[in-house]
């Protein structure tokens, strides 16, 4: 079984462009969460979508967005970059929204110029 | 403020030894605490996770002790391996929309040595 794949793997953005990140969750799982990855604020939960639905959000600004397709592969956007937003951007899939998140993917790293 | 406090920052053992990772949480609604293996270059992986109405988990090398009434919790590797040479993460989840979301310690990065 195909694990949890994120595309692109490595990204290099400028200042004030705007980021699409892709996740495919395993086959089956309906729950997809991503979180952010940097050595100074460590592991954040950035947001969770269940069925297409957004049901939960971090403290992140508006410029963070996200959505899931009706085969529960999902997208976040990030607009306006900014040099702090240079990170490893991580999604994981659970088959139990209950379990949290149970299976990452690798993470597409993400760094402004 | 870091409502997940991980200690120790970074773990040196020898092969064979016994790893130690600690985790204090302050919020008493967590109820749902997860253990996560991050190894270079990959996303992290659950490792173990354990419910406040236990106080101990055992899954093969890898142990959670649970003190509810402390709000503590820690993670033994016993006999340890160069293989274990990782970052492991604790998380504090607790249920929101209907799903467990964590809240993350900042990590311990272990080295074993062969």
């Known amino acids: 079984k195909a694990g949890v794949t994120q595309t692109p793997r490595y990204l290099i953005k400028t200042r004030g462009q705007q980021v699409t990140l892709s996740c495919s969750p395993i086959s089956g799982h309906r729950s997809v969460s991503w979180y952010q990855q940097t050595p100074g604020q460590g592991l954040q939960f950035l947001f969770e979508?269940?069925?297409?639905?957004?049901?939960n959000k971090g403290n992140f600004p508006g410029r963070f967005s996200g959505r899931q397709f009706s085969n529960s592969r999902s997208e976040m956007n990030v607009s306006t970059l900014e040099l702090g937003d240079s990170a490893l951007y991580l999604c994981?899939?659970?088959?139990?929204?209950?379990?949290?998140?149970?299976?990452f993917g690798d993470g597409t790293r993400l760094s402004i110029l | 403020q870091q409502q997940v406090k991980q200690s120790p920052q970074s773990l040196i053992v020898q092969k064979g030894g016994i790893s130690i990772i600690n985790c204090a949480y302050e919020n008493t609604a967590f109820d749902y605490f997860p253990w996560y293996q991050q190894f270079p270059g990959k996303g992290p992986a659950l490792l173990i996770a354990i419910r406040p109405d236990v106080s101990e988990k055992k899954e093969g090398r890898f142990t959670i002790s649970f003190n509810k009434s402390a709000k503590q919790l820690s993670l033994h590797i016993m006999d340890s391996q160069p293989g274990d040479s990782a970052t492991y993460f604790c998380?504090?989840?607790?249920?929101?929309?209907?799903?467990?979301?964590?809240?993350f310690g900042r990590g311990t990065s272990l080295i074993v040595h062969p």
């Open positions: 979508y269940f069925s297409e639905t957004q049901r």
């Open positions: 994981a899939s659970s088959l139990d929204p209950g379990l949290g998140p149970q299976h």
């Open positions: 998380a504090a989840s607790m249920r929101t929309g209907g799903s467990y979301i964590p809240t």
